[in-house]
């Protein structure tokens, strides 16, 4: 027979924001269980090792506008190092690789020209983003309803430009501009102080790593919450009723009062088509737009 838990809130996905809704939770004296379908916490972090030396085969850099990261780093004492940044700057655009040591890239004036003129929207959209809550946003469900590629075709960006932001979008999102909501993209910027600083090593995001992974700390973390953090359990089913939430998984089922969907964006509107009914809580617009819709749409199942 199933093994059946119960508890206060049911988290879906050990990444860095399902662990930390964990730790903050169990600090305030609830019950968590946390459900993470791969074989291993982090998320979009990942360790490896290269002849002994502990690497990061995903998210690996931390700046100073991740005041939460460097937190959680001091209290598992995991230390960081600055990101070594001399030498030639490496581009691939377009299929083409180029080398180059100043901070502009080596493009034609055109690209340059039109690059720029990209940047100047983007920063404008970035500046009036709500980052408390970015549905109040102006414009916020137009901006949603289109994903960020939407939005740069309608820029006529050249193919060249297109290229450096699908690059940004994959790094920084973890999906393709077609993929990821224009609205998310806007509120991500916001967050990190705009695309010059989320491009930045000295000073910017990219200022630091870590000497033990970025990774270790998500595990370090898990390992603080013991057996609430259930790994190998894909959530298969939601059920929820007037007595709260109930989760099928390919192992135990999980009641709770409360369920709290923390996986990548690209792969939140999978886990909420899990629900059998209208879920009564503010849900993730369905569009296809997959990743990192903002502005909530009611229901009331």
Known sequence: ????????????????????????LTAQGYGVVVLEGRSRVGGRSFGGEIAGVPIDLGAAWVGARHPELLELAQRFDCATLPQYHEGKNVLNLGGRRSTYRSDIPPVSPITLLDMGRVKYALDRLTSTVDLETPWKTPNAHALDAMTFGDWLRRKRATAKTRALMETISKVQWGCPSDEVS????????????GLDHMLAVEGGVEQDRFAVSLHQIAVRLAASLGDRVLTDTAVRRIEQDADGITIHTDGPSVQGRRVLVATAASQSARVLRAFTSRPSVLTLRSSRATAGRCTPKSSSG
Do not use: C, E, K, N
């Open 1 to 24: 027979m199933a093994q059946h838990l119960t508890t206060d809130v049911v988290i879906v996905g050990a990444g860095f924001a399902g662990l930390s809704a964990a730790d903050q």
């Open 182 to 193: 224009m609205l998310h993209v806007l509120t991500g910027m916001r967050a990190l102080g």
